[in-house]
């Protein structure tokens, strides 16, 4: 028995055992940790099996299909099983007592069965209706948790029903074309294709990936889906769920089309398909960035920037070159792993103070030093700085963008950095900085077993920041089986003719300079700490009853600037379609006047029309 | 073997029967009904396999055709008889608990007669014969209508008798010219010269045909009558008009261009008209409030659906089209069904007034999430299947024409799911309150629940539906010929 | 060995020469105001005396550890960058990685000043970050074009190819529009006038400064003279061809920094999204011609 | 306090010539004699060539000027923005006000004597002291830093009580600032 079905069994079988303990949330919950626990280890060992192909005993149009492990998938595997798992932990005592929470195991089971088939199909059909899964598993995860939960639910239904749509034209199209739907075929088959069919059918996957990815004038689902919901979804679904997106796009991108066939899409010189396709990503990174410093709660912030960081990974991949596609790829894990350490910190806090609302929060460094230390970790991560894993793929991207010759790119992931830098300062300043507000006074840290996912993924998080080595021999595997040229990488970074990247030199120093400032510190005399009420006021006295914390509208500047751009173009054009359905709806509506004599009309104008069109036809 | 007359024969005459006896059965007529259909359903499951062998031909009262009246049934004919007489079936089950009050038997008859005219129109190999069962079909549809005896159900009523009669006055138009050029009323006689008639007069035949048989079928313009009478209707029957009755008037039309005119040429008008038709129901049925509207402009859409893959002029397509009807049947009788106890059970028609009645209804709900999920083709439910094909056989004819209208088709599912799915979350609200609501009873749901099993165990047998449905279509897309039926 | 010494020597001979620069400006500036100036050693007095202080506050862990984050950052950067004589570990990390190793002092500040609850040092940051958003864009656009029109992201690199060819091929001179804009850039990165508005000392009581005393300042004050001379330092490895020696490195440093300290002397202080929209609107459309330029 | 003037060590020596050279003022301007200050930061008299400068909080100066009259409420606030000074410290009362009073000698709502609540190193006569008044006693107090002698500050640690006493009298009752000065003095060895 290969390992692909031990592993959609063991998650089907979650799917079941928790629909059947339904009632009783502590069986579920320690069903699903061996559940995950068990997917976890299946698909690490899963290696062993790479290259090889199972079939489902079903045949679809006289076409067998079922799965295959590549060493793209298996990558997206452990990121899906591992994460889930971590999530289940953090979950264990966060759902506790949490209103609604019977179907959160269920549906948490039921999604990673769907990711878990989408990535290991090896074919369009099974690819399609694991898809479908795991929009609707997305849908339930989504429509749970609070109040506001099921309309942002919907929102991301009609966004995701219409990339299912599309996709399904993808789909058949493919079949009518190749006369398969393995995916070996048409990659073999595809040069046969003319370059405006090849356009077409690729446009048709990308757009629709970029559905699930949320690229950006498709992305609108996205922040009120995730925040909406209970906040280790928010997690999960900003760490993997969007991704799988991605891999959609990297599987038809470099597995399915092939990197000579994109090139081949060429519009005039340097504005090809890549081109164009690196033009959305990155104001998918821009756009969505600088919407986060406006947001007041927590989750949405970041739920913005899992928007915008997907950008990074677009755009790398649209590069075109070794290094970019790695660190488009490498990126998707280094998201996964900051950003669920990101929103656990946040969970943490919501757990202990009830609230992720930025400006009721501050000061709980004092209060809870380890969920500080994982937001501090995972924001440092998400900006992109050093010593951290942000920095090594987004490094990969730039000098890809640079030397591929893509400066604007390049300065659009430039100011998405920044945009990320003001906003996760907001955040980890309005939640763990500032005012103590005396209502957390008897704020503690949280339990162990909600600490423990949190310092893996900082180790994580700080681990492949100086050892991005570990990562990049699965990524150059990955990058030979697709028949791209593979990274020359080291266990500290890359080495390449024009310039290299040793990120233990980086951490060493860093380090060194430390040990020197900590060295010039210890000169100083001793110091104490002091109340946060003995502050400078301006000769004020301070105390619990004076809320002097800043934190309202903390960029309220850089808003005056950017407000007109923001208000003139997205926002209408949001509305505009929204307003056009109803506006088109409202018409055809109209057409049923009710009145018999219009019916009548009606019929006699069609036996007319089509008298006369008829007679034309024959 | 079992005689194919007996699936109009023994409706028609319990029909008669259970006005006979009225009088003093009262309310037990229903049983009556019960052992029709289901002699109904024995009939028709007897004759498919044998029907798939050879097309039956009965000649009735001994004269032969294409002087005497026969009765044609190939595989079209056993497909349909079965989805007619299980759907039939499923919904007098449900109607036993749904329809209440003392004139039942009433009820029965009609439906009965309704049974039969489906049986009829579907089985006749004579056009003048189609035109008698069309008449049945829809003099007993508009007094159904009615049935309730409420105010805007006696309106629709008298909507659709005036559309309906304009239909049936063009129908018979075309009855009458067929006669009168071609000089025979038996189908496959008229296949044979149907060629040979002057083009202007083809012409004008085709014309009356098709929008008379148009009005049933609810394609647009002529489906004006459509959501006021499916809203109106009583549930049940609303289930049996969407479900089966305007499918069959669809599938006439099909088979009259395909097999017997042979006139292809036309389809591609009328795949344009199918789309139209299906964006305007998917569209009017975005901003509706009351919930059986929504489902009746749901149907329009979904004929539309159907006429777009029955028109690509491909077996394929044929087939894409039959599966759609079964999937259509099957999850829209669920809908309707269901929405008859919602209706019933909080007394409203508004979606807003459904708010949390998953948790009071929760059968009846995760009946209606199926149905709903099955019409958009979500997989693996039937719908994705039948929905797949039909994309299939579209894009399999490689015409960007047919590309463009899968991708409008398409757009129609995408506004369809919106709505659909704005109902299912209102269903599930947490936060909402319906007050003290029963569930259904037993056997409606009962009812429901078969037309569930259909949906959701569709892709365990789909290669032997898959295999009905595409004899049903080589049947269609060959012309009929006197030589092969006699 | 000749690395040991640098890597103990470098900071010392950079704080050294940035203290005297600080100095230099503030005897400028005084001149420039027809005043006597204190003497340029008054910095090393500053520092010294904030470093003796007998009692130093701190407002948490955070706000002690930003201080060894901004000091560190600040000297891991230096080491990356080359200096005339030593470039050991400039090949290990390009523009790049200086572009991204900037911004750690710059966090390490934010997050102390975060912890000391200040409402002002938290607006300071607050307009610091914003600032940074305005005058890094266009900086690092220049970088970027710099990079691309030497096909390299090595610094050393750049510094080499503009050698090589003397002073015709220095960035200023081949490319002057990117000059001129990360020049602009380059003013609001070392928060002089018309780009201070986060200190602002009248209206929010130096911002990020407020809670720092003692040893914090002293450290802050270290700092800032050592990335004085770092970013200065940048910009003549961009534009100026680098240095040769320290004699030559000196004088470019002091001639470009009275440059922009003349800038300073006679300008008043813009608001936040003043600034930022300059920022956008002028340095930012003269990169991207510039970026223009050396694509076509 | 003599004896241990005399027993500096070297680097406290070295250390007073140093930091004696920069000195930062924060000015509390409540009175009228602020606008003597100007003159004496601008050309005309440039203090900065005595590495004074102004500050603008408690925590980096080094001189705390009280230029003028003081209320029971202002001088709350001069409390506790002396307590949030770091030590080594330096007051200095400007002008007549500070010491005894002034023109409002006789107001029911001035503080007569700032030394009574605070510990002052020098006070400027004059009402109101010219800018060449300041620039004396601040280099009189630069001198009295290099001889070892402005210790005044030491006095709040060692003599708290005393100073909370009268600040308690006059203030009705105890202020919270949020500072424990004996512990401090613990804490900094004072």
Known sequence: ?618 | MVNPILLIIVPLGTAFLISLTASFLKNSTKYLALLAMIANVWVSIKLLPAVMQHPINVVIAGVKPPLGINLFVGPLGAVFSILISAAGLLILLYSFKYIEGDSQHKYYTLFLLLITGSHGMILTGDVFNLFVFFEILAISSYILVGYEGKRNGLEAAVKYLILGSIGSILILVAVALIYQEAGTLNMADLADKFGMIDPSKRLMILVFFITGMGVEAAVFPLNSWLPDAHSSAPSSISAMLSGFVIEVALIIIVKFVYSIFAMTEILGFLSLVAVITLLVGEFAAYKQSNIKRVLAYSSIGQIGLILFAMSLNSTDGLNAGLMQIINHTASKSILFLVAGFLIVRTGSYQISDYRGIAKKMPVSAFFFVVGVLSLLGVPPFFGFFSKLSVVMAALHTGSVFNTVMVFLVLLGTIIESIYFLRIIQIMYNREGDVGSVKEAPFLPLLAIAAFTVVILAGFLVLPQITGYTGSVASEIVRKMQMAQVF | MNVVLWIIFLPIILFVIGTFMLGYSRKFIARIERRYGPPIQQVFYDIFKLMNKKTNISHGWMHDFAILMLLGGTLLTMYFIPVPGFSYFAQYGDVLVIMYVLLIPALGMALGVGETANPNGSIGISRALMMLAGYDIPFFLTFIGMAMLNNTTSMLDLIHLQQAGGIATWGIITNPILGVAALIALQGMLGEKPFEVMVAPHEIATGPMTEMGGKYLGIMMIQHAIGVVIELTIYINLFLGGAVNWFEYIVKLFVLFTLLLSVNAVFGRFRTDDAVRFMWKIPLPLAIIGVLFIIF | MDEKMTQRSVWEKIAAKLSKRSLWMLHYCTGCGAIELPPTMTARFDMERFGINPMVTPRQADILLITGYLSVKTLKRVVLTYEQMQAPKYVVGFGSCTINGGMYWNSYATMKSLDRYIPVETYIAGCMPRPEAIIYSFNELIAKIDRGEANSWKDYYNNYDFYRENQEHTFEGPIETYNDIKADAALFRI
């Open chain 1, 1 to 618: 028995m290969s390992i692909v079905w031990i592993l959609l069994n063991i998650a089907l079988a979650g799917v079941v055992l928790n629909v059947l303990f339904s009632k009783s949330k502590i069986v579920q919950k320690y069903v699903s940790l061996l559940v995950f626990a068990g997917l976890t280890y299946f698909s690490f060992i899963m290696y062993s099996q790479v290259g090889e192909h199972f079939d489902f005993p079903l045949q679809i149009a006289g076409q067998s299909i079922g799965f295959t492990i590549t060493w793209l998938n298996y990558y997206f595997g452990i990121m899906i099983t591992g994460i889930s798992l971590l999530t289940v932990i953090f979950s264990l005592k966060y759902m506790e007592g949490k209103d609604g929470s019977t179907n959160y195991y269920t549906v948490l089971t039921l999604k990673t069965f769907g990711m878990l088939g989408v990535i290991f199909s090896s074919d369009l059909i099974t690819f399609f209706v694991f898809w479908e899964i795991m929009s609707w598993s997305t849908f339930a995860l989504m429509s749970t948790g609070g109040k506001e939960a099921p309309k942002s639910a919907f929102k991301y239904f009609v966004f995701a029903i219409t990339a299912s749509m599309i996709l399904m034209a993808g789909v058949v199209l493919s079949y009518s074309l190749f006369g398969s739907f393995d995916f070996t075929v048409i990659h073999g088959k595809i040069g046969t294709l003319s370059l405006s069919m090849t356009g077409f059918l690729l446009s048709i996957f990308i757009v629709s990936f970029s559905v699930e990815s949320a690229v950006f004038p498709v992305h609108s689902w996205l922040p009120d889906g995730y925040s909406n919901t209970f906040t280790t979804f928010t997690a999960y679904l900003s760490g993997i769920s969007t991704r799988i997106g991605i891999y959609g796009i990297i599987l038809f991108l470099f597995g399915i089309f092939g990197m000579q066939t994109i090139d081949k899409l060429s519009i005039i010189g340097k504005i090809n398909f890549r081109y164009i396709f690196g033009v959305f990503a990155a104001l998918t990174m821009v756009v969505p960035t600088f919407t986060a410093l406006y947001q007041h709660d927590a989750k949405k912030l970041i739920a913005w920037h899992s928007v915008g960081q997907g950008g990074y990974m677009l755009i790398g991949l649209a590069s075109g070159s070794a290094l970019g596609i790695a660190g488009g790829m490498f990126h998707v894990l280094n998201h996964m792993a900051y950003v669920v350490l990101i929103v656990f910190a946040i969970a943490s806090v919501e757990h202990r103070t009830g609230t992720t609302n930025l400006n009721k929060l501050g000061g709980l460094i004092k209060k809870m030093p380890v969920s500080y230390l994982a937001l501090l970790f995972g924001i440092i991560g998400l900006a992109g700085l050093p010593p951290m894993n942000g920095f090594v793929s987004k490094w990969f991207i730039y000098r890809a963008l640079i030397l591929g010759g893509y400066p604007f790119l390049a300065i659009a992931a430039v100011i998405g950095t920044l945009g990320t830098i003001l906003s996760v300062y907001k955040l980890i300043h309005n939640m763990f900085l500032g005012q103590l507000p005396e209502r957390y006074n008897n704020v503690k840290e949280v339990g162990f077993s909600m600490q423990l996912p949190m310092w893996i993924l900082m180790i994580v998080v700080l681990g492949l920041g100086i050892f991005p080595g570990v990562a990049m021999g699965l990524i150059a595997k990955i990058q030979i089986s697709l028949g791209l040229a593979a990274v020359p990488y080291s266990l500290h970074g890359i080495q390449t003719a024009s310039g290299q990247l040793n990120m233990m030199v980086v951490g060493a120093l860093f380090m060194g300079g430390l040990l020197v400032a900590w060295i010039i510190y210890l000169l100083g005399s001793r110091r104490k700490h002091i109340s946060q009420y003995n502050n400078y006021a301006a000769g004020n006295f301070l105390d619990k009853n004076v809320a002097y914390n800043f934190n309202y509208e903390f960029y309220a500047a850089m808003e005056h600037v950017i407000d007109p751009y923001r208000k003139k173009i997205i926002q209408r054009t949001e509305q505009g379609i929204a307003g056009l359905t109803d506006a088109v709806s409202e018409y055809v509506r109209r057409i049923y006047t009710g009145m018999i004599n219009t019916y009548g009309i009606y019929v006699i104008t069609a036996f007319i029309v089509t008298i006369i069109i008829l007679k034309e036809l024959i």
